[in-house]
């Protein structure tokens, strides 16, 4: 008698559970398009936005789209969440360029972001973070169509805190990016979210012919190749006006006077040479506001400048300075850069001449032009190698010449040269140094601190004169911490009134509208003066003319600035590594300083990059 079978368990009728491993990767996929979406985004917001404006109230509509995520009361299926996700990432590129441009030119600084966030980046954070939260629904019960609200909430967090933590830590320090497009990027991860969408989509029972048998597998295959061919040919369509960076060529804007002559996105973000060429009718009415006049711009920024065409004035009949291209170019739109050549004529220090300069921080590299048609050596500190190429390029720089030329961070290399200096390896010892750092709204807080300007001090001359382009209340206090004597000296054409100090300086603290451009300290006991400006001073610029020769009639009085006479009290404005408030100061005035730029140039000069 055969044996008998043993008894069927009642758990063998029920449907065997999916593997857990594709949810996981589906949540994982999904985190890791967050983290690139928020760094893409923010890149591109920023060129219109500048850093301030973009980044004031993001934090909070980001964690608003994750919570309606956690909150929303209808349970979407995770592949018909990556077909939302395809779409809405497709018109990602567009959506994020024409949304910035409309509600920017409404010249709202704080709304104009809000509603930008609001129309372009929730949807996006909403869909991702679904695709994380509701990944594990398919590995719960049969009865249960949604994971748990407490999953939910961890869910949420998780997809907030990394992906900030991705977007800032790993994609922001990776170069290579710098040279994909926001496009490419948007429009990459769309077409891995419609080839999500295929691998979830059923596609119900597989037919089958005499000579052919596809299984599901083959068939979604054969849908994904076709999809990513179609993606790539419809890229041209989909993607932003957006320049290519870097630009191979210069690009005319048609209708209007924008030359782009360089645009690369670079370690301190978008650099930008734009030119406004001059009036088509010379002879009539000037046919736009601002014309003849070429510009370096980081992101939401102008570096410097210089007057071109019709706007080109010499004294005596000199010849203008040159681009790489042998153009002709005028006096700097600036007259800050040309106020800090002052130092060489400064007559107060113990050797009496200025044989060795360092400059931190390039800009258009006005002055650093200026000191080497001087024949003063100069060496240059400037972080981003972008700015350096413009100007070299297109704003006439000479050469420094060999050794002369450190494309980095200026404190790391300042604190390097310290320690050689301390052992007696320095190369040279500096009679002055000019530095001048500011970019996207505001300054590098951690080379204003009292422990930088130390370390600065070690590699300079005994008197040496460090002039330095600000007018707030703590650098001046950090500065005469750290040097003997300081003063301080105006930019503008006009008289600075009392109540221009009590509102642009002391009040405010960081505002760079009025106020003392330069600094201008020393180490030296003996008090610091200035001789008299001559023609060779000049290099026949009307500007350095009346910049010079008008000095004496420039300085501010800084007891306006300083404030209380208590040493006690001025010891809160001492920027140290330890305190430095600057960052916190210069959010609260990136609203101001975007404003200011849009007076500077018209809209679509911003909107052209």
Not at 87 to 115: F, M
Not at 242 to 261: A, D
Not at 369 to 398: C, M, N, Q, S, W
Request: hydrophobic share 40%; with cysteine.
């Amino acid at each position: 008698m055969p044996p008998a079978k043993p008894a069927k368990s009642h758990f063998q009728h029920l449907p065997k559970p999916p593997d857990a491993a594709p949810e996981t990767i589906n949540a994982i996929v999904g985190l890791v398009t967050i983290s690139l979406v928020l760094f893409i985004y923010e890149r591109s917001l920023i060129p219109i936005y500048a850093t301030g404006p973009t980044t004031y109230l993001l934090n909070p509509i980001i964690a608003v789209a994750v919570l309606l995520a956690v909150l929303n009361p209808i349970s979407i299926s995770t592949s018909r969440n990556w077909l939302y996700t395809a779409l809405d990432l497709a018109a990602a590129p567009n959506a994020t360029y024409w949304v910035s441009v409309w509600t920017s030119r409404k010249h709202d600084p704080l709304w104009g972001p809000i509603i930008t966030h609001a129309v372009v980046l929730v949807p996006l954070i909403f869909f991702l973070t679904t695709s994380v939260v509701e990944a594990q629904a398919s590995t719960r019960k049969m009865h249960v169509t949604r994971p748990p609200l407490t999953y939910r909430v961890l869910a949420t967090g998780m997809c907030f805190v990394a992906g900030k933590e991705l977007s800032q830590r790993v994609w922001a320090k990776q170069a290579y990016l710098n040279n994909i497009s926001e496009s490419q990027i948007f429009l990459g991860l769309a077409c891995l979210s419609w080839c999500l969408w295929i691998y979830k989509h059923s596609l119900g029972p597989t037919k089958h012919s005499k000579n052919v048998t596809l299984s599901h597998s083959q068939l979604k295959g054969i849908l994904v190749v076709a999809s990513i061919a179609l993606w790539g040919s419809t890229y041209r369509y989909l993607a932003s006006p957006v320049l290519p960076h870097p630009l191979l060529e210069p690009y005319h804007r048609p209708n209007t006077s924008i030359t782009i002559h360089s645009s690369v996105q670079s370690v301190t973000g978008l650099i930008v040479v734009g030119e406004a060429q001059p009036p088509s009718d010379p002879e009539g009415s000037v046919d736009q506001d601002v014309h003849s006049v070429r510009y370096l711009r980081a992101s939401h920024s102008i570096l410097g400048g210089v007057w071109t065409g019709l706007k080109i004035l010499t004294m005596d009949h000199a010849a203008p300075i040159e681009d790489a291209f042998g153009m002709p170019l005028g006096d700097s739109i600036y007259s800050t850069f040309v106020l800090q050549e002052a130092i060489r004529l400064v007559n107060s220090t113990g050797k009496g001449s200025q044989d060795n300069g360092l400059l931190i921080g390039l800009g258009a590299g006005t002055s650093a032009t200026a000191f080497i048609r001087h024949k003063v050596p100069i060496t240059i500190v400037e972080i981003d190698p972008a700015v350096y190429d413009a100007a070299r390029t297109y704003f006439g720089l000479p050469d420094p010449g060999p050794g002369r030329v450190f494309l980095e961070d200026a404190r790391a290399w300042v604190e390097r040269e310290r320690k050689k200096a301390e052992i007696g390896k320095t190369e040279r010892l500096y009679d002055f140094v000019v530095h001048d750092c500011f970019s996207g709204g505001g300054v590098p807080g951690h080379i204003f601190t009292l422990e930088f300007w130390q370390d600065l001090k070690t590699i300079m001359q005994p008197e040496g004169v460090v002039a330095v382009s600000d007018s707030t209340r703590m650098i001046l206090a950090t500065l005469e911490r750290s040097f003997v004597s300081c003063r301080g000296f105006h930019d503008l054409f006009e008289v600075i009134r009392d109540e221009q100090y009590e509102k642009d300086f002391i009040n405010i603290g960081i505002d760079l509208t009025y106020g003392p451009k330069v600094f201008f300290c020393t180490t030296s006991e003996t008090p610091l003066t200035f001789r008299e400006s001559v023609k060779p001073d000049w290099l026949g610029s009307p500007l350095r003319h009346h910049v010079l020769a008008s000095l004496p009639q420039r300085e501010v009085d800084l007891e306006f600035i300083r404030g209380s006479k208590n040493n006690e009290k001025n010891d809160k404005y001492i920027l140290t590594d330890a305190h430095n408030p600057l960052g916190k100061l210069q959010d609260a005035q990136g609203l101001h300083h975007w404003k200011l730029m849009r007076e500077v140039l018209p809209d679509q000069h911003w909107e052209t990059y």
